[in-house]
């Protein structure tokens, strides 16, 4: 029997009623992420780790970016 998922929006989710973004998921080994405008469409998933990576590679500024 699985749990059902837990879904977060950010808190820079806009006004309103807060569907303007993405929502995730999280699990001990993946994670998930939703558009919060149709939450019942596909989801993408990500282990843990390459997600982890990925929100660390967008904190790290582009060499050539401005």
């Known amino acids: 029997m699985s749990t059902p998922d837990i879904w977060q929006k950010s808190s820079y989710s806009g006004g309103g ?3 303007a973004c993405v929502e995730i998921a999280t699990h001990p080994t993946h994670i998930a ?30 060499p050539t970016a401005r």
Request: proline share 9%.
């Open 17 to 19: 009623e807060g569907n």
């Open 33 to 62: 992420i939703r558009d919060s405008k149709t939450p019942t469409r596909a989801t993408l998933t990500f282990p843990t780790g390459a997600f982890t990576d990925f929100l660390e590679a967008l904190k790290t500024p582009h």
